[in-house]
């Protein structure tokens, strides 16, 4: 697996990847409180599949810069930017959580770098905005996010204990918690007590607050019509899967093009961590090059995949 440095967007990002250089490139984004390796199952496998598989750790994560703004703008300029860093015009992005959020965005604002798209355990922003105004359930859910609009009391709450708290969210959000062994969630609570790490992460959460754009007017002009992957664990105790549904979903998506839906009965809201077999089988299934195109309304997923670039550093 290597290690590198990528200049997308005006900043530094941190990166694992795995796979023949000039493979079909799968640029997998991560979610909160996660990093690159959060994909450490997936990225063997689809390099083993003969893919360019690459997972930075995101804006203000990791070793990444720990740098704003977090708006969904910005965020989806972050994806155009690693695309490019790595030499290709278009990849398919792969969102888990935020990732899956930033996924979702890049898909409506930058769709031009989008050439398939997987999403894990995140709704459609704008379904998920609408269900917490009218599910006092899914509000419930969600009341951390609340909480992270606080000033400086969320951020000493998550870095207090040695990080702490980032280790109890990773297993209690988990229906499978022996998917995170102490000696991995020891390096996900090192990265939260880098300096300023607990805060950068919290600002997506207060970005969305303060900046809201869940794209509802602007996915349905101009909705996705490339195909499209949704993965969920069905235990996920924070997001209700009654929100992927087909038609929750529907306005977003181009005529023709309803998502391919994989329901993971086993797993909470860390899928590709809890049930990673499971996963990387709808991956790769999904991705094997078979006539047709995903978006044809069956659960099984499938779809085509699609030089390394100077900007792309080593270390």
């Not at 204990?161 to 109890?168: C, E, L, S, Y």
């Not at 390096?187 to 990265?191: D, I, T």
């Given at each position: 697996m290597d290690r590198l440095t990528l200049a997308a967007n005006g900043i530094s990002f941190a990166a694992l990847a795995d796979g023949p250089p000039d493979g079909p490139l799968l640029l997998l984004l991560h979610g909160f409180p996660e990093l690159a390796r959060s994909w450490?199952?997936?990225l063997p496998a689809l390099a083993s599949a003969g893919f360019r598989a690459v997972a930075p750790d995101l804006r203000g994560y990791g070793e990444s810069d720990l740098s704003g703004p977090y708006d969904l703008e910005t965020l989806s300029a972050d994806v155009a930017g690693l695309v490019r860093a790595l030499g290709r015009r278009r990849a398919v992005v792969v969102g888990h959580d935020w990732g899956g959020a930033m996924a979702w965005a890049t898909a409506v604002l930058r769709p031009e770098v989008v050439e398939r798209l997987v999403v894990l355990s995140c709704p459609y922003?704008?379904?998920?905005a609408a269900e917490?105004?009218?599910?006092?359930r899914q509000l419930l859910r969600s009341a951390y996010m609340l909480f992270f609009q606080l000033p400086v009391l969320p951020d000493w709450t998550l870095a207090r204990?040695?990080?702490?708290?980032?280790?109890?969210a990773l297993r209690g959000g988990s229906a499978i918690r022996s998917a995170w062994p102490r000696e991995e969630l020891d390096?996900?609570?090192?990265?939260f007590l880098r300096p300023g790490a607990a805060s950068a992460a919290l600002g997506y959460y207060r970005a969305a607050f303060r900046s809201p754009r869940v794209l509802g007017r602007e996915g349905r002009a101009h909705p996705i019509a490339v195909p499209t992957l949704v993965v969920w664990g069905v235990r996920d105790r924070f997001l209700g899967v009654e929100m992927i549904a087909r038609d929750r979903m529907a306005p977003f998506?181009?005529?023709g093009n309803a998502p391919s839906i994989v329901l993971v009965d086993e797993a909470g809201h860390f899928v590709q961590n809890e049930a990673p077999d499971r996963v990387n089988a709808a991956l790769l299934g999904?991705?094997?090059p078979v006539p047709g195109r995903a978006g044809d309304g069956g659960d099984q997923a499938r779809a085509r995949a699609g030089s390394p670039s100077p900007g792309v550093i080593p270390r």
């Open positions: 450490r199952h997936q922003p704008a379904v998920f917490v105004v009218r599910n006092p204990r040695g990080a702490a708290a980032v280790a109890r390096r996900y609570r090192a990265a998506f181009a005529p999904w991705l094997a």
